[in-house]
C-alpha cells in the first residue's frame, strides 16, 4: 500500500504517543517554560486539521511527559522572533512575515527552526538568512512529526532506512526528499 500525506491526517491525536514510547522512551522529557508563548492565537489562523495537530503536539509538548525527539526547548518552541530582533522572510525573499504568521515547534540541530505555517505547512526558517525556506516544507504537521519521528529513529539505531524510505518517496514532501538537505538524504 502506498503511503499518503492524507493516510496520516489525525497522526498527532492517533499515533504519535505509542511511535514515541516505541522508539524513545529512555529519552528526557521536553521541558518548556509556563511563560512560553501560547500557541492558542496560531490555531484561529489555522485550517481545522492543522489546529487540530497543533493542539495536540502543544498539550503533548506542555505535559513534560513528551520524550525529545525534535530539539524542542525553551529557545526553540514559541521562539518569540520580533522580541529576539530576528526577521521571517518567506521563500521568495521579499514578503516579511511576523510571528502571527509562524509557530515555532522546534530545531533541526544547526540552529534552524521548524515552524508551522498559517497555511497549516511546515517550513524550516533558516536562521543565517532568517527566512522559511521553499524548498523543505512538508504539507503539515501531522506529516512533518510522522516524519521526524522516524528520521530520528533510524538516526538513533532503532528503525532501519530500508524500513521507511518506500514511505518517505510516496508522500513527496520536499522537506524529506530534497537532495543534500531533505530529511532522506541525511538517513545514516
Request: glycine letters at 8%; a negative charge; proline letters at 5%.
Amino acid at each position: 500500500m502506498t503511503l499518503t500525506p492524507d493516510d496520516l491526517t489525525g497522526y498527532v491525536e492517533r499515533d504519535l504517543d505509542a511511535d514515541l514510547v516505541r522508539w524513545f522512551s529512555g529519552r528526557s522529557p521536553v521541558t518548556v517554560p509556563v511563560e512560553t508563548r501560547p500557541v492558542a492565537p496560531m490555531l484561529d489562523r489555522l485550517p481545522p486539521s492543522a489546529a487540530t495537530a497543533l493542539a495536540g503536539f502543544d498539550r503533548r509538548v506542555r505535559s513534560g511527559r513528551m520524550p525529545q525527539f525534535l530539539d524542542v526547548y525553551d529557545w526553540s518552541y514559541g521562539f518569540d522572533f520580533a522580541a529576539n530582533d530576528c526577521g521571517i522572510l518567506d521563500a521568495d525573499y521579499q514578503t516579511a512575515l511576523t510571528d502571527d504568521d509562524v509557530y515555532s515547534i522546534g530545531a533541526d540541530g544547526s540552529g534552524s527552526l521548524y515552524v508551522v505555517l498559517t497555511d497549516g505547512q511546515v517550513g524550516l526558517w533558516f536562521h543565517e538568512e532568517e527566512v522559511v525556506e521553499g524548498d523543505t516544507r512538508f504539507d503539515n504537521l501531522d506529516v512533518f512529526l510522522w516524519s521526524a519521528v522516524r528520521y530520528q529513529a533510524v538516526r538513533a539505531g532503532v528503525l532501519k532506512r530500508a524500513e521507511v524510505e518506500a514511505d518517505f518517496l510516496s508522500l513527496g514532501q520536499d522537506g524529506a526528499l530534497r537532495p543534500e538537505i531533505g530529511l532522506l538524504s541525511s538517513m545514516r
